[in-house]
């Protein structure tokens, strides 16, 4: 059975930190490049970040340049995403979605082909 298990949200204040992690189990990680996609309320899903399967190759959303990192480390299956400098508008519920090839800017669940239940991010004072 395929999962991909996302954790590490939480309440955060404007302008601090949070990881978040994403746990695969059941498909050969290693062959899949894994990105981030976003949902705020009320809005549709939102890309965020991608990284090839083997690390090499990553874009990122305008809206989270230069404050969030995406990495990966395909000896544990696990995905993550550094975020600082958090604003109120990246409150969201993030998502770790794996696409078996590289590609920048899909925001729809059929364009992935595994996708994980989200993690709940929370960014207010």
């Known amino acids: 059975e395929v999962q991909l298990v996302e954790s590490g949200g939480g309440l955060v204040q404007p302008g601090g930190s949070l990881r978040l992690s994403c746990a695969a189990s059941?498909?050969?990680?290693?062959?899949?490049?894994m990105n981030w996609v976003r949902q705020a309320p009320g809005k549709g899903l939102e890309w965020v970040s991608v990284?090839?399967?083997?690390?090499?190759?990553?874009r990122y959303a305008d809206s989270v340049k230069g404050r969030f990192t995406i990495s990966r480390d395909n000896a544990k299956n696990t995905l993550d995403l550094q975020m600082n400098s958090l604003k109120p508008e990246d409150t969201a519920v993030y998502y770790c979605?794996?696409?078996?090839?590289?590609?920048?800017?899909?925001?729809?669940?059929?364009?992935?082909?595994?996708w994980g239940q989200g993690t709940q991010v929370t960014v207010s004072s």
């Open positions: 059941g498909f050969t990680f290693s062959n899949y490049a």
């Open positions: 979605a794996a696409r078996s090839y590289y590609s920048v800017g899909y925001d729809s669940r059929k364009d992935y082909d595994y």
């Open positions: 990284i090839s399967s083997g690390g090499g190759l990553i």
